[in-house]
Nanobody
Framework: QVQLVESGGGSVQAGGSLRLSCAAS????????MAWFRQAPGKEREGVAG????????GYAGSVRGRFTISQDNAKSTVYLQMNNLRPEDTAMYYC??????????????????WGQGTQVTVSS
């Protein structure tokens, strides 16, 4: 059974940085896409960034491109999300998710089959 455990969330002021981690266990294949999604109260879940473990291809939402960086450590089955220049609108619960296979990195939640419990990120102005 795949388990995803997120960590690294917290409260920061606007302009600050946080680094989220997602540790995966129980994976049956090393070929997959891993992504970060977020959901703010009263809003729909949205994709933030994703990465393919096959070739390292990445994808970002326009709202975070240039501020957030997704990376992976295959040896540790861990994916990171470095978030810089945080804004109050980045406040949300952040979730890690996996999608099987080496296809195109797309931030569509329906394509992701395993989800973590989330870690809260709060950015104050």
């Amino acid at each position: 059974q795949v388990q995803l455990v997120e960590s690294g969330g917290g409260s920061v002021q606007a302009g600050g940085s946080l680094r989220l981690s997602c540790a995966a266990s129980g994976l049956t294949s090393s070929n997959l896409r891993m992504a970060w999604f977020r959901q703010a109260p009263g809003k729909e879940r949205e994709g933030v960034a994703g990465i393919s473990t096959c070739g390292g291809t990445t994808g970002y939402a326009g709202s975070v491109r240039g501020r957030f960086t997704i990376s992976q450590d295959n040896a540790k089955s861990t994916v990171y999300l470095q978030m810089n220049n945080l804004r109050p609108e980045d406040t949300a619960m952040y979730y890690c998710a996996t999608s099987p296979g080496c296809g195109q990195v797309r931030l569509l939640s329906l394509e992701y089959t395993n989800w973590g419990q989330g870690t809260q990120v709060t950015v104050s102005s």
